[in-house]
């Protein structure tokens, strides 16, 4: 296979024979100037789910401080419904206070299993995006965070530059088909975050469309979101269905018919 030096080589080897015909001299250097920043495009989107996938590694046994050093200074980190942590040393403090200190435990569980990414770079390649699903098994039970991530490349290394995980789903042991909890309460653990949820929104049954960062591939077109019944979406708008699901997701304390946040 041949590799991008491989490709410049060649090129470069046949240029004595272009300079008889600058037009056709000036086409190849636009053509490995084109195929140049096709190959960076595709090692930017490689890289960009590399680092996603290796945060999903160290969140399975416990590494903080490695996964901290995945997070730009400025980052920010918002995971279920606890609100913002900001910059890249709340990150560590939020995670070594809310789960722990580094280091795998007897006794514990939690993979951190990364799924479905679609990765995105932007036109200057500077920034990403990434879409991507999470299946977590812990002690604590079952979850389903869905990712939207940006990152930002520095000094030609991607980072984290900001971490958006809601959860669709979180279970006990029983299962998502007989028991669900809201996972999406700002106060269940320590630290407190710097900012307020972003958004309100509910866990199944009730669901939300999280905003995808990509239009549709095909048409090129947005995919338009209800913001008014955001977060409380259980079936089409105007049916019973949903019209009650909606007024569940404007209480206050967000609560769900089935099952309950731990009372401790």
Do not use: C
């Not at 980190?77 to 913002?84: A, D, Q, R, V």
């Not at 070594?96 to 200190?101: E, I, P, S, Y």
């Not at 991530?149 to 007989?178: A, C, H």
């Amino acid at each position: 296979m041949m590799t991008r030096s491989h490709v410049a080589a060649a090129l470069l080897a046949a240029s004595p024979l272009l300079g008889a015909a600058p037009a056709i001299a000036q086409s190849a250097q636009d053509k490995l100037a084109e195929l140049d920043k096709r190959i960076t495009r595709l090692e930017d989107l490689n890289a960009i789910e590399r680092l996603q996938r290796s945060y999903g590694y160290f969140v399975d046994k416990s590494q903080w401080v490695p996964l901290s050093e995945l997070f730009t200074e400025d980052a920010t980190l918002e995971i279920g419904g606890k609100g913002l942590f900001l910059g890249k040393k709340r990150v560590l403090e939020y995670m070594q206070t809310a789960f722990g200190k580094d280091g795998t435990k007897p006794g514990s569980l939690a993979n951190h299993m990364q799924f479905q990414p679609i990765p995105d770079v932007s036109a200057d390649g500077k920034t990403g995006w990434i879409r991507s699903r999470a299946f977590v098994m812990s002690n604590g039970g079952w979850g389903l965070p869905l990712y939207e991530n940006q990152y930002r490349k520095e000094e030609g290394v991607w980072k984290i530059s900001r971490l958006t995980g809601p959860f669709t789903m979180y279970t006990n042991w029983d299962g998502w088909g007989k028991w669900a909890m809201n996972n999406t309460w700002p106060d269940k653990f320590d630290p407190p975050p710097d900012l307020p949820p972003s958004f309100v929104y509910l866990t199944y049954p009730a669901y939300y469309i999280i905003p995808f960062h990509y239009p549709n591939p095909v048409t090129g077109k947005s995919f338009p979101i209800e913001k008014a019944d955001i977060g409380a979406h259980a079936a089409p708008p105007g049916t019973k269905v949903q019209q009650d699901w909606s007024t569940i997701g404007r209480l206050v304390d967000g609560s769900q018919p089935i099952g309950e946040p731990p009372r401790e």
